[in-house]
């Protein structure tokens, strides 16, 4: 038995009172980010210590503010928020000081994924009914799929969350502690082994494939859509004076395009939930992946697109939340071990396998198509780790 807490993403119908507030908060929210990471850039130019984020969330409010009464519009949204920007900009710093990062990025109006956070300060907030949640600062906004999020009635508690932007939608984002547990044991059923790739988005040991949705005729007219719209979009910016406003029909268009990415998007993160859920009902006592290099194989300009529209990261992080939930032990094996060369019946690793060379034929007389292969040899596995 144990606690689990589960985030619950869903659309938010706020009103016009309530939408400002959000754009406000977030548009605070970017531009304390964006002044902390400066600040510290200034501080490393002169030669100066390093401000944690504590420090300077002391300084903003203690001295900056009162000393710059302009700014004092910084205080107008929710603490929280503009406390969670800054640690996510200490996080950012700490990423590049010790893992070798890239050094963090402004946040850029439009573009850049800001998002307002909030957390139950008192028990009066972040109560969840049916239809509706209550955010501090925001008060009651209405919940479009209703009954999504657990309701504080049946005792679920709503921690914290985030309310995001996209394509002119709101979506809320709350974490919620569900009550104790029980994980079920699935020691007594077989291992499975998935070979992910781009010809087909999921190769099972078992014999199940999950074809490329992105070949489906549906995402090929929307992506053949995006294309049209992005040149009436591109047209219209080089038709634009030079010193010029952006025009409120450059905007329009803009909106159309980020709607047309945003449905594709969840056309493709819909069909990933699909195939996480189908093959966790099976109930395998352990599940084996390899470790992509995506990075490296987005490098690759012949296969880039093809790639970054497979979500693998995505999948992975999710098939990682679906086993911890269902007791599910999540084995990932070295991205240099050779599944696909290594032959399932004798072991022999066939070190001139082409990429073209979509079925496996060994000397000892073994042919099985490369992926399924390459699926039950991950399966089989003896050297991985388990995902963290």
């Given at each position: 038995m144990r606690k689990l807490l589960k985030s619950f993403k869903t659309e938010i119908n706020p009103t016009v009172d309530q939408k400002i507030k959000i754009n406000k908060t977030i548009g605070t929210c970017r531009y304390v980010y964006n002044f902390y990471l400066s600040h510290n850039k200034a501080l490393y130019d002169n030669g100066e210590k390093f401000m944690t984020g504590k420090s300077f969330s002391v300084w903003l409010n203690n001295e900056y503010i009162p000393n710059n009464p302009d700014k004092a519009w910084i205080k107008e949204v929710s603490s929280k928020a503009i406390k969670k920007s800054i640690e996510n900009g200490y996080t950012a710093f700490t990423r590049f000081f010790k893992h070798q990062c890239a050094f963090p990025r402004f946040k850029k109006k439009g573009k850049s994924d800001v998002k307002m956070y909030f957390i139950k300060n008192n028990p009066?907030?972040?109560?969840?009914?049916?239809?509706?949640?209550?955010?501090?600062?925001?008060?009651?906004?209405?919940?479009?799929?209703?009954?999504?999020?657990?309701?504080?009635?049946?005792?679920?508690?709503?921690?914290?969350?985030?309310?995001?932007?996209?394509?002119?939608?709101?979506?809320v984002s709350a974490l919620v502690e569900l009550p104790d547990m029980k994980v079920a044991n699935n020691n007594n059923n077989e291992g499975i082994g998935i070979d992910l790739g781009i010809k087909d988005f999921a190769i099972i040991s078992n014999g199940k494939t999950y074809k490329n949705i992105n070949k489906s005729t549906r995402l090929k007219k929307l992506e053949k859509q995006l294309r049209r719209e992005q040149r009436y979009l591109s047209r219209k910016y080089e038709n634009l004076k030079k010193g010029e406003s952006t025009q409120k029909n450059i905007q329009k268009q803009k909106l159309k395009v980020q709607k047309l990415y945003h449905r594709i998007s969840n056309i493709r993160t819909d069909y990933i939930n699909k195939v996480i859920a189908e093959i966790v009902k099976t109930k395998p006592s352990y599940i084996t992946i390899e470790d992509l290099n995506v990075s490296g194989m987005m490098k690759n300009r012949h296969l880039s697109k093809a790639v970054a529209s497979q979500k693998f990261y995505e999948f992975r992080t999710k098939l990682k939340a679906k086993c911890d939930e269902n007791g599910i032990e999540l084995r990932v094996v070295d991205r240099w071990y050779p599944s696909s060369?290594?032959?399932?019946?004798?072991?022999?690793?066939?070190?001139?396998?082409?990429?073209?060379?979509?079925?496996?034929?060994?000397?000892?007389?073994?042919?099985?198509?490369?992926?399924?292969?390459?699926?039950?040899?991950?399966?089989?596995?003896?050297?991985y780790k388990i995902a963290r």
């Open positions: 009066k907030d972040c109560i969840c009914e049916r239809h509706r949640l209550k955010i501090p600062t925001l008060g009651w906004v209405r919940i479009k799929e209703k009954g999504y999020i657990p309701t504080s009635k049946d005792r679920y508690v709503v921690r914290s969350g985030t309310i995001s932007i996209k394509a002119g939608r709101y979506y060369k290594l032959c399932h019946c004798c072991g022999t690793i066939k070190k001139d396998l082409k990429l073209s060379d979509r079925i496996y034929r060994c000397d000892c007389g073994y042919v099985e198509d490369r992926d399924v292969n390459a699926a039950l040899n991950l399966k089989d596995a003896l050297t």
